[in-house]
Protein backbone atom coordinates (compact mmCIF):
# COMPACT_ATOMS: atom_id res chain seq x y z
CA UNK A 1 0.00 0.00 0.00
CA UNK A 2 1.40 3.75 -0.86
CA UNK A 3 2.61 5.19 2.40
CA UNK A 4 3.37 8.82 1.29
CA UNK A 5 1.84 11.47 -1.37
CA UNK A 6 4.56 13.86 -3.31
CA UNK A 7 4.33 17.37 -3.27
CA UNK A 8 6.67 18.72 -5.72
CA UNK A 9 8.02 22.39 -5.31
CA UNK A 10 8.74 24.39 -7.98
CA UNK A 11 8.06 28.06 -8.48
CA UNK A 12 5.59 28.09 -6.13
CA UNK A 13 7.93 28.31 -2.83
CA UNK A 14 5.50 28.77 -0.32
CA UNK A 15 3.28 26.18 2.07
CA UNK A 16 0.00 28.83 2.33
CA UNK A 17 -2.69 28.88 -0.27
CA UNK A 18 -0.30 25.84 -2.41
CA UNK A 19 -2.93 24.20 -4.68
CA UNK A 20 -0.47 21.55 -5.31
CA UNK A 21 -0.15 20.83 -1.26
CA UNK A 22 -3.31 20.86 -0.74
CA UNK A 23 -4.72 18.31 -3.33
CA UNK A 24 -1.43 16.49 -1.88
CA UNK A 25 -3.43 16.62 1.34
CA UNK A 26 -6.75 15.87 0.22
CA UNK A 27 -5.35 12.09 -0.60
CA UNK A 28 -5.45 11.52 3.15
CA UNK A 29 -2.15 10.04 2.67
CA UNK A 30 1.05 11.74 4.72
CA UNK A 31 2.70 14.13 2.18
CA UNK A 32 6.75 15.15 1.68
CA UNK A 33 7.41 18.25 0.37
CA UNK A 34 10.65 18.22 -2.30
CA UNK A 35 12.48 20.16 -4.19
CA UNK A 36 15.21 19.28 -7.22
CA UNK A 37 17.89 21.35 -7.28
CA UNK A 38 17.86 21.16 -10.96
CA UNK A 39 21.63 20.88 -12.63
CA UNK A 40 20.21 21.37 -16.16
CA UNK A 41 19.13 24.81 -14.66
CA UNK A 42 22.42 25.68 -12.51
CA UNK A 43 24.74 24.78 -14.58
CA UNK A 44 24.07 27.68 -17.56
CA UNK A 45 24.02 29.76 -14.54
CA UNK A 46 27.34 32.04 -13.30
CA UNK A 47 29.13 31.27 -10.12
CA UNK A 48 27.57 34.46 -8.56
CA UNK A 49 23.66 34.32 -9.96
CA UNK A 50 21.89 36.10 -7.48
CA UNK A 51 18.30 34.09 -8.30
CA UNK A 52 20.24 30.87 -6.97
CA UNK A 53 21.24 32.38 -3.56
CA UNK A 54 17.02 33.86 -3.30
CA UNK A 55 16.50 30.30 -4.25
CA UNK A 56 18.38 29.01 -1.61
CA UNK A 57 17.61 31.29 1.16
CA UNK A 58 14.01 30.39 0.29
CA UNK A 59 14.40 26.76 0.47
CA UNK A 60 16.00 27.39 3.83
CA UNK A 61 13.50 29.07 5.15
CA UNK A 62 10.81 26.65 3.81
CA UNK A 63 12.80 23.91 5.67
CA UNK A 64 12.39 25.12 8.99
CA UNK A 65 9.29 25.91 8.93
CA UNK A 66 8.22 22.36 7.68
CA UNK A 67 10.79 20.99 10.51
CA UNK A 68 9.09 23.02 12.90
CA UNK A 69 6.24 20.71 11.75
CA UNK A 70 7.75 17.62 12.36
CA UNK A 71 8.46 16.86 9.01
CA UNK A 72 11.20 18.62 6.43
CA UNK A 73 11.89 19.37 2.65
CA UNK A 74 13.91 16.62 0.98
CA UNK A 75 16.54 18.29 -0.95
CA UNK A 76 17.57 16.27 -4.21
CA UNK A 77 20.04 17.54 -6.51
CA UNK A 78 20.13 16.91 -10.03
CA UNK A 79 18.39 15.97 -13.10
CA UNK A 80 14.49 16.18 -12.10
CA UNK A 81 13.70 13.63 -14.72
CA UNK A 82 15.41 11.33 -12.75
CA UNK A 83 15.24 12.55 -9.44
CA UNK A 84 11.49 12.60 -9.06
CA UNK A 85 10.34 9.28 -10.37
CA UNK A 86 13.36 7.45 -8.50
CA UNK A 87 12.33 8.97 -4.99
CA UNK A 88 8.44 8.27 -5.72
CA UNK A 89 10.04 4.53 -6.12
CA UNK A 90 12.11 4.85 -3.45
CA UNK A 91 9.24 5.56 -0.59
CA UNK A 92 6.81 3.65 -2.44
CA UNK A 93 4.65 6.78 -2.92
CA UNK A 94 1.10 6.65 -4.68
CA UNK A 95 0.87 9.45 -7.30
CA UNK A 96 3.13 13.09 -7.39
CA UNK A 97 1.36 16.65 -6.86
CA UNK A 98 2.85 19.57 -8.53
CA UNK A 99 1.91 23.06 -10.24
CA UNK A 100 1.87 23.74 -13.89
CA UNK A 101 4.63 25.48 -15.27
CA UNK A 102 3.86 27.44 -18.55
CA UNK A 103 7.49 27.64 -20.10
CA UNK A 104 8.09 25.37 -22.90
CA UNK A 105 11.31 23.73 -21.10
CA UNK A 106 9.63 22.93 -18.25
CA UNK A 107 6.20 21.84 -19.62
CA UNK A 108 8.79 19.45 -22.17
CA UNK A 109 10.44 18.43 -18.28
CA UNK A 110 6.61 17.64 -16.85
CA UNK A 111 6.30 15.56 -19.82
CA UNK A 112 9.32 13.48 -19.19
CA UNK A 113 8.21 12.86 -15.17
CA UNK A 114 4.83 11.99 -15.95
CA UNK A 115 6.05 9.37 -18.44
CA UNK A 116 8.59 7.62 -16.23
CA UNK A 117 5.84 8.03 -13.58
CA UNK A 118 3.40 6.49 -15.35
CA UNK A 119 5.43 3.44 -16.27
CA UNK A 120 5.76 3.01 -12.34
CA UNK A 121 1.56 3.10 -12.60
CA UNK A 122 2.07 6.67 -10.68
CA UNK A 123 0.30 9.87 -12.02
CA UNK A 124 1.75 13.41 -11.97
CA UNK A 125 -1.02 15.41 -10.91
CA UNK A 126 -0.79 19.34 -12.19
CA UNK A 127 -2.37 22.32 -10.78
CA UNK A 128 -3.57 25.86 -11.57
CA UNK A 129 -1.42 28.03 -8.90
CA UNK A 130 0.58 30.33 -10.66
CA UNK A 131 -2.07 32.86 -12.59
CA UNK A 132 -5.74 33.30 -11.85
CA UNK A 133 -6.71 32.13 -15.65
CA UNK A 134 -4.28 30.12 -17.04
CA UNK A 135 -4.09 28.42 -21.32
CA UNK A 136 -7.12 28.52 -22.33
CA UNK A 137 -9.36 29.81 -20.00
CA UNK A 138 -9.45 33.85 -21.28
CA UNK A 139 -9.91 32.85 -25.17
CA UNK A 140 -11.26 35.53 -27.73
CA UNK A 141 -15.09 35.14 -29.08
CA UNK A 142 -13.66 33.12 -32.04
CA UNK A 143 -12.17 30.46 -29.21
CA UNK A 144 -8.38 31.89 -29.87
CA UNK A 145 -5.66 33.44 -27.65
CA UNK A 146 -5.32 36.81 -27.46
CA UNK A 147 -2.39 38.59 -29.12
CA UNK A 148 -3.25 42.38 -28.07
CA UNK A 149 -3.11 42.96 -24.26
CA UNK A 150 -6.38 45.11 -23.67
CA UNK A 151 -8.94 43.30 -25.26
CA UNK A 152 -7.05 40.54 -23.07
CA UNK A 153 -7.32 42.79 -19.69
CA UNK A 154 -11.10 42.99 -20.63
CA UNK A 155 -12.12 39.90 -21.18
CA UNK A 156 -10.09 39.16 -17.84
CA UNK A 157 -11.58 41.57 -16.01
CA UNK A 158 -15.56 40.17 -17.12
CA UNK A 159 -14.63 36.66 -16.17
CA UNK A 160 -12.95 37.77 -13.12
CA UNK A 161 -16.56 38.88 -12.31
CA UNK A 162 -18.37 36.02 -12.14
CA UNK A 163 -15.35 34.15 -10.62
CA UNK A 164 -15.04 33.05 -7.04
CA UNK A 165 -11.29 33.51 -6.80
CA UNK A 166 -10.73 31.47 -3.26
CA UNK A 167 -7.77 30.25 -1.51
CA UNK A 168 -6.76 26.78 -0.81
CA UNK A 169 -6.68 26.98 3.21
CA UNK A 170 -4.96 23.41 4.75
CA UNK A 171 -6.41 22.41 8.28
CA UNK A 172 -3.73 21.37 11.04
CA UNK A 173 -0.75 20.77 8.58
CA UNK A 174 1.31 19.56 10.72
CA UNK A 175 -0.40 16.38 10.96
CA UNK A 176 -0.69 15.84 7.24
CA UNK A 177 2.49 16.04 6.81
CA UNK A 178 5.23 12.80 6.37
CA UNK A 179 7.37 12.33 9.13
CA UNK A 180 10.88 13.15 8.65
CA UNK A 181 14.10 13.48 9.98
CA UNK A 182 15.95 16.55 9.21
CA UNK A 183 17.64 15.91 6.23
CA UNK A 184 20.95 18.08 4.58
CA UNK A 185 20.53 20.89 2.68
CA UNK A 186 23.16 21.46 0.03
CA UNK A 187 25.30 24.23 0.62
CA UNK A 188 25.19 27.15 -1.91
CA UNK A 189 29.42 26.13 -1.86
CA UNK A 190 28.50 22.37 -3.01
CA UNK A 191 25.83 23.34 -5.45
CA UNK A 192 28.98 25.73 -7.71
CA UNK A 193 27.90 29.06 -6.04
CA UNK A 194 30.24 30.21 -4.23
CA UNK A 195 30.55 33.37 -5.65
CA UNK A 196 26.77 34.21 -4.35
CA UNK A 197 27.10 36.29 -1.15
CA UNK A 198 23.88 36.18 0.58
CA UNK A 199 24.12 38.94 2.71
CA UNK A 200 24.76 41.48 -0.52
CA UNK A 201 21.38 40.14 -1.52
CA UNK A 202 18.97 43.25 -1.94
CA UNK A 203 15.52 41.78 -1.84
CA UNK A 204 14.04 40.05 1.12
CA UNK A 205 13.68 36.07 0.08
CA UNK A 206 11.36 33.64 1.40
CA UNK A 207 7.82 34.19 2.09
CA UNK A 208 8.70 35.92 5.14
CA UNK A 209 10.64 38.66 2.78
CA UNK A 210 7.47 38.38 0.62
CA UNK A 211 4.76 39.27 3.19
CA UNK A 212 6.55 42.31 4.85
CA UNK A 213 7.30 43.76 0.93
CA UNK A 214 3.40 43.49 0.41
CA UNK A 215 3.05 44.16 3.98
CA UNK A 216 4.84 48.09 3.01
CA UNK A 217 3.42 48.02 -0.20
CA UNK A 218 -0.53 48.08 0.97
CA UNK A 219 0.43 51.05 2.92
CA UNK A 220 1.09 53.22 0.00
CA UNK A 221 -0.98 51.61 -2.92
CA UNK A 222 -3.52 54.27 -3.62
CA UNK A 223 -0.90 56.33 -5.17
CA UNK A 224 0.90 53.38 -6.90
CA UNK A 225 -0.48 55.13 -10.15
CA UNK A 226 1.74 58.05 -10.15
CA UNK A 227 4.15 56.60 -8.34
CA UNK A 228 5.65 53.69 -10.39
CA UNK A 229 6.78 56.13 -12.78
CA UNK A 230 9.43 57.34 -11.04
CA UNK A 231 12.31 55.08 -10.68
CA UNK A 232 13.99 57.29 -7.76
CA UNK A 233 10.47 57.23 -5.60
CA UNK A 234 9.64 54.27 -3.71
CA UNK A 235 6.59 53.33 -5.11
CA UNK A 236 6.41 49.82 -6.92
CA UNK A 237 5.67 47.04 -5.19
CA UNK A 238 8.76 45.56 -5.20
CA UNK A 239 7.42 41.51 -5.50
CA UNK A 240 8.19 40.97 -9.54
CA UNK A 241 11.10 38.43 -8.00
CA UNK A 242 8.74 36.69 -5.45
CA UNK A 243 5.78 36.40 -7.79
CA UNK A 244 8.35 34.86 -10.69
CA UNK A 245 9.37 32.28 -8.17
CA UNK A 246 5.99 31.94 -5.94
CA UNK A 247 6.84 32.76 -2.62
CA UNK A 248 3.37 34.86 -2.48
CA UNK A 249 0.02 33.54 -3.42
CA UNK A 250 -1.38 35.62 -6.75
CA UNK A 251 -4.82 34.69 -5.54
CA UNK A 252 -4.58 36.68 -2.10
CA UNK A 253 -2.53 39.53 -4.36
CA UNK A 254 -5.68 39.98 -6.64
CA UNK A 255 -7.86 39.36 -3.67
CA UNK A 256 -6.52 42.23 -1.86
CA UNK A 257 -6.80 44.70 -5.35
CA UNK A 258 -10.18 44.04 -5.78
CA UNK A 259 -11.07 44.46 -2.05
CA UNK A 260 -9.08 47.54 -1.37
CA UNK A 261 -10.31 49.30 -5.23
CA UNK A 262 -8.35 52.30 -5.09
CA UNK A 263 -7.29 53.72 -8.32
CA UNK A 264 -3.79 52.98 -7.79
CA UNK A 265 -4.51 49.27 -6.82
CA UNK A 266 -6.69 48.62 -9.61
CA UNK A 267 -4.00 50.39 -11.61
CA UNK A 268 -1.33 47.71 -10.08
CA UNK A 269 -3.85 44.76 -10.56
CA UNK A 270 -3.90 45.69 -14.35
CA UNK A 271 -0.21 45.06 -13.93
CA UNK A 272 -0.45 41.49 -12.54
CA UNK A 273 -3.15 40.96 -15.94
CA UNK A 274 0.11 42.01 -17.86
CA UNK A 275 1.76 39.19 -15.90
CA UNK A 276 -0.90 36.62 -17.03
CA UNK A 277 -1.58 37.79 -20.47
CA UNK A 278 2.24 36.53 -21.12
CA UNK A 279 2.17 33.62 -19.53
CA UNK A 280 -0.80 32.73 -22.04
CA UNK A 281 0.76 33.74 -24.20
CA UNK A 282 3.89 31.30 -24.03
CA UNK A 283 1.58 28.66 -23.69
CA UNK A 284 -0.14 29.16 -26.99
CA UNK A 285 2.91 30.68 -28.66
CA UNK A 286 6.15 28.79 -26.73
CA UNK A 287 8.54 29.70 -29.83
CA UNK A 288 8.48 33.45 -28.66
CA UNK A 289 10.80 31.72 -25.80
CA UNK A 290 12.98 31.81 -28.75
CA UNK A 291 12.48 34.27 -31.49
CA UNK A 292 10.40 36.98 -32.20
CA UNK A 293 6.35 36.47 -32.48
CA UNK A 294 6.24 38.23 -35.82
CA UNK A 295 8.08 36.15 -39.15
CA UNK A 296 9.35 39.73 -40.54
CA UNK A 297 11.51 40.10 -37.19
CA UNK A 298 13.06 36.97 -37.34
CA UNK A 299 16.16 37.16 -39.41
CA UNK A 300 16.89 40.84 -38.25
CA UNK A 301 20.51 41.64 -39.33
CA UNK A 302 21.69 42.36 -35.83
CA UNK A 303 25.31 43.99 -36.14
CA UNK A 304 25.63 42.81 -32.23
CA UNK A 305 28.48 45.20 -31.58
CA UNK A 306 30.36 43.27 -28.65
CA UNK A 307 31.83 46.16 -27.05
CA UNK A 308 28.89 48.58 -26.91
CA UNK A 309 27.26 45.40 -25.05
CA UNK A 310 29.76 45.15 -22.68
CA UNK A 311 29.52 48.87 -21.99
CA UNK A 312 25.90 48.68 -21.31
CA UNK A 313 25.64 45.64 -18.91
CA UNK A 314 28.77 47.92 -17.03
CA UNK A 315 26.56 50.67 -16.89
CA UNK A 316 28.82 52.96 -18.38
CA UNK A 317 27.07 54.01 -21.94
CA UNK A 318 27.44 57.79 -21.12
CA UNK A 319 23.40 57.37 -21.07
CA UNK A 320 22.71 58.58 -17.39
CA UNK A 321 19.42 56.89 -17.14
CA UNK A 322 20.40 53.30 -18.88
CA UNK A 323 23.52 53.51 -16.93
CA UNK A 324 21.79 53.57 -13.55
CA UNK A 325 19.32 51.25 -14.41
CA UNK A 326 21.93 48.69 -15.25
CA UNK A 327 23.97 49.87 -12.06
CA UNK A 328 20.84 48.90 -10.08
CA UNK A 329 20.67 46.09 -11.52
CA UNK A 330 24.66 45.23 -10.92
CA UNK A 331 24.83 46.30 -7.06
CA UNK A 332 21.11 44.93 -6.01
CA UNK A 333 19.91 42.40 -8.49
CA UNK A 334 16.65 44.08 -9.21
CA UNK A 335 15.79 47.08 -12.06
CA UNK A 336 12.67 49.27 -11.84
CA UNK A 337 9.96 48.66 -14.06
CA UNK A 338 10.44 51.83 -15.94
CA UNK A 339 13.75 51.19 -16.26
CA UNK A 340 13.42 47.47 -17.38
CA UNK A 341 11.73 49.03 -20.62
CA UNK A 342 14.37 51.88 -21.08
CA UNK A 343 17.28 49.54 -20.81
CA UNK A 344 15.50 46.69 -23.00
CA UNK A 345 14.52 49.30 -25.41
CA UNK A 346 17.77 51.15 -25.39
CA UNK A 347 19.80 47.72 -26.19
CA UNK A 348 18.03 46.60 -29.41
CA UNK A 349 16.58 50.07 -30.71
CA UNK A 350 19.12 52.31 -30.07
CA UNK A 351 22.28 49.60 -29.96
CA UNK A 352 20.89 47.50 -32.25
CA UNK A 353 21.76 44.64 -30.39
CA UNK A 354 19.93 40.93 -30.49
CA UNK A 355 16.90 41.46 -27.82
CA UNK A 356 18.11 37.72 -26.77
CA UNK A 357 21.43 38.72 -25.29
CA UNK A 358 19.51 41.44 -23.19
CA UNK A 359 17.33 38.46 -21.93
CA UNK A 360 19.97 36.48 -20.37
CA UNK A 361 20.29 39.77 -17.65
CA UNK A 362 16.77 39.58 -17.04
CA UNK A 363 15.83 36.14 -17.11
Not at 63 to 72: I, P, T
Not at 104 to 121: C, M, N, W, Y
Not at 228 to 247: C, E, I, M, Q, W
Not at 266 to 284: D, G, V
Request: with cysteine.
Amino acid sequence: MPSVSLCWLRRDLRLDDQAALFHAVQTGLPVLCVFVFDRRILDRCAADDRRVGFIWQTIAELKQELMAAGSDLYCLVGDPVEEIPRLAAQLGAADVYANTDYEPDARARDTAVATRLAEQGRTLHLSKDQVIFECNEVLSGSGKPYTVFTPYKNAWLKKLSTTAVSTYAIDDLPSRLYPLDATPLPTLAELGFGNVHLEELKLAAGPRGAAQLFADFIQRIRWYKEWRDFPATKGVSYLSTHLRFGTISIRKLVQFARYDGSEGALCWLNELIWREFYQQFLWHFPDVARQSFKAEYRDLGYPNNQDWFDARCAGQTGYPLVDAAMRQLNQSGYMHNRLRMIAASFLVKDLLIDWRWGGTLFC
